[in-house]
């Protein structure tokens, strides 16, 4: 079960907004006719080529952007439903100090590995599971924004370079790609569906183990219960 999930994570995470980036690239290139893969373009060389490409630009934007997590919604959705403030009120009771620092932002880069070594592997996998398609989406609607403008910039220095590009087909492939972003990133959304449940299970799981997190942020065990 343990390496379904960790497949999942891969795939989920790296592997599809990465292929979609590969493919949106090969479209590109054949739409203006660009035959720098001209060696790929047949059979199931081609595949493994934007397979390739495509692990290679999952692993960059997931390590490096990190666009799902800096998006305001995220912040916002972990804000009101996230554990944080719960765990701030321990940090505030310990008696000695709080072996973390009582901020809000220190406690939301810590809270997640700290839960990691405690929570049932099943309510652990069904976060991660949570976790992995909304970060999918938005890694999907981030590529499709970053591919859609850039085409719309390339197809203006064409038109202004008098070049024969096919106008209709170039602009079609830019607004589909604009309009892909703009639906996964709307409003009550189907990812900030997936965001909103997996901080839900991962405060609800927190506030049912307080005891567990009560000797993780106070130092000494210590704990100042006030009624």
């Known amino acids: 079960m343990k390496k379904f999930f960790d497949g999942y994570y891969w795939m989920f995470r790296i592997v599809i907004?990465?292929?979609?980036?590969?493919?949106?690239?090969?479209?590109?290139?054949?739409?203006?006719?660009?035959?720098?893969?001209?060696?790929?373009?047949?059979?199931?060389?081609?595949?493994?080529?934007?397979?390739?490409?495509?692990i290679a630009f999952g692993l960059f934007f997931h390590y490096i952007t990190n666009y799902p997590r800096k998006r305001y919604k995220f912040k916002e959705i972990e804000r009101l439903y996230g554990p944080i403030d719960f765990l701030l009120e321990i940090c505030k009771k310990c008696q000695k100090h709080c072996k973390i620092r009582k901020s809000y932002e220190h406690l939301s880069s810590a809270y997640f590995s700290m839960l990691n070594d405690d929570i049932p592997s099943g309510t652990?996998?069904?976060?991660?599971?949570?976790?992995?398609?909304?970060?999918?989406?938005?890694?999907?609607?981030?590529i499709s924004a970053v591919m859609g403008s850039f085409n719309g910039l390339f197809l203006i220095w064409r038109?202004?370079?008098?070049?024969?590009?096919?106008?209709?087909?170039?602009?079609?492939?830019?607004?589909?790609?604009?309009?892909?972003?703009?639906?996964?990133?709307?409003?009550?959304?189907?990812?900030?569906?997936?965001?909103?449940?997996?901080?839900?299970i991962q405060t609800d799981w927190i506030k049912s183990n307080e005891n567990i997190w009560k000797k993780k942020l106070c130092d000494y065990y210590e704990y100042t219960v006030v009624f």
């Not at 652990?124 to 981030?142: D, T």
Request: glycine share 6%; hydrophobic share 50%; net charge positive.
């Open 159 to 200: 038109i202004c370079s008098d070049s024969n590009a096919h106008l209709i087909t170039c602009g079609l492939y830019s607004f589909i790609l604009v309009a892909i972003s703009l639906f996964l990133t709307r409003k009550n959304a189907v990812p900030e569906g997936y965001l909103l449940r997996m901080f839900t």
């Open 124 to 142: 652990r996998n069904i976060v991660y599971y949570f976790s992995s398609i909304y970060l999918m989406f938005m890694h999907v609607a981030f």
């Open 17 to 54: 907004p990465g292929t979609w980036c590969s493919v949106l690239v090969m479209i590109l290139l054949r739409i203006y006719k660009i035959k720098f893969f001209s060696e790929y373009v047949s059979g199931l060389q081609a595949a493994k080529t934007v397979l390739g490409f495509g």
